[in-house]
């Protein structure tokens, strides 16, 4: 969606503003992974606001955010490839990261931007979010974000989970052990059952899920997508994968703790 980068057009001074791009507006050497799996995620968002009336305002909730990457770039391709605007709304723990989005969003005199040092659990916009995103929040970020998206009743939730940790940690005592024992097959195995639970979540609690992957592997192995919308149709049947999955690998995923309809009755 961005075909070429100058260094006086609004891309290179984006891209520059952003920490992405030298001064002459082409991008360092180290981050032209990062651009490309922004870009990409970018891409997945725009996909989604094709499905949203343009009468209504668009808000999106920028989970873990980082240093804006993914909220910069696509107020860009939505302004200038969709004609759309969009209210956005970054959070990340990290204060020191908040700081440059605020400083970039000054450079670049966007009025349309919000950023808030906080857990993604404990924060509460004024705004009800259309879409819900984050990537590359690492190991239960990914859950807060998912979360949050739901109890806000986000209409999409677009999320590409990074360093699965929790269950791997949890993973001890199941049937798979004779796999489980040799490390490499552990990660691989709890990095696709952690996702799975999360899609089991989101179509529990209404949502729509489609699983694929994003980018290349070689950008990243961190490539799995989860993008769900709302349907407002319960999956009774999802919820009983859930408990079912939980039960046999003996895990307790720390989900739970924010969605409190999944806690053991």
Not at 45 to 66: F, H, N, P, Q, Y
Not at 97 to 123: H, P, T, W
Not at 184 to 189: D, I, P, V
Request: with cysteine; glycine share 4%; net charge positive.
């Amino acid at each position: 969606m961005i075909s070429a980068i100058s260094a006086t057009d609004e891309i290179g001074n984006l891209l520059r503003a952003i920490r992405l791009a030298r001064p002459d507006g082409q991008l360092y050497a180290n981050q032209k992974d990062k651009f490309q799996e922004a870009m990409k995620m970018v891409e997945q968002i725009a996909i989604t606001v094709r499905k949203i009336s343009r009468k209504k305002e668009l808000t999106l909730l920028d989970c873990a955010c980082g240093k804006g990457y993914i909220t910069f770039m696509a107020d860009y391709v939505l302004k200038s490839k969709l004609n759309r605007t969009a209210h956005f709304i970054g959070v990340d723990r990290n204060p020191g990261l908040i700081r440059k989005c605020i400083e970039a969003q000054r450079v670049l005199g966007y009025q349309n931007m919000e950023f808030y040092a906080s857990d993604i659990i404990e924060f509460d916009p004024d705004k009800r979010p259309d879409i819900t995103c984050c990537l590359h929040a690492c190991d239960t970020a990914t859950d807060e974000a998912i979360a949050k998206g739901v109890t806000l009743d986000s209409r999409f939730i677009i999320v590409v989970p990074c360093c699965q940790r929790e269950i791997h940690r949890q993973m001890q005592r199941h049937p798979l052990t004779p796999v489980t024992q040799f490390p490499l097959f552990k990660e691989r195995l709890s990095s696709i059952f952690t996702d799975a639970v999360r899609a089991l979540v989101l179509r529990a609690a209404g949502y729509k899920v489609e699983v694929f992957e994003f980018i290349a592997s070689s950008v990243t192995p961190k490539n799995t997508m989860l993008r769900a919308e709302k349907i407002w149709t319960e999956d009774k049947e999802a919820l009983r994968q859930y408990w079912q999955l939980r039960k046999t690998f003996n895990i307790e995923p720390k989900i739970e703790e924010y969605l409190t309809w999944l806690q053991p009755a």
